[in-house]
């Protein structure tokens, strides 16, 4: 019997978003990070896709008592996949490892519509900052593909449940690689 753990790559790197306290930073191989649109969400989020040639950073953390309801409903959108020999992480033994995908064919790419909310992708970074530095927000950005979506700019009123307060240096990281990306932010309307 092997412990459960799922690899987070996306707000689960956040640890201001959940409750899981012994989290590790790990990597995922085999999989890539892209931001999809999925019916089962009005707004577009990250998902991650099968990609030999892809490594993509973030965190595990175990699921206490394998009891994954908890766990399954916040990551409703998604589907739980094994990924125990795909991830790379210090525990010293080998847990059983899931990571959520939204399964193929139950998504498509963002859109005006659908977009990638600012203040969703602000608690990405700010995870990531936390957990591997300035250069880790770097990684996540360049591994990170479907750039040209639509992003809501909805930081002076947030929509994404489990938004975080950002320091001013955190929010001009974000700002700076959507710069380099030249991200298109649309104006929330509400």
Known sequence: MFDAYFFGYGSLVNRGTHVFDAAHPAQLRGWRRVWRHTELRPVAFLTVV???ASTIDGLIAE?????????????????????????????PHRP???????????HGSPSVAHPILLSYLDVV??????????EGVARFFDTTHGWDAPILDDRAA???????????????LSDAHLDRLNARLIRDSA
């Open 158 to 172: 947030p929509r994404y449940p489990r938004h975080q307060t950002l320091s001013a240096e955190e929010r001009a």
């Open 96 to 106: 059983d490892i899931a990571v959520y995908s939204i399964p193929e064919g139950a």
């Open 63 to 91: 699921v206490p008592g394998a009891d994954w309801a908890a766990l399954d409903l916040r990551e409703a959108a998604y589907a739980r996949v094994p990924a125990r020999h795909q991830v790379s992480h210090p525990l």
């Open 50 to 52: 099968p990609d030999p």
């Open 125 to 134: 970074v700010q995870g990531y900052a936390r957990e591997f530095g300035p």
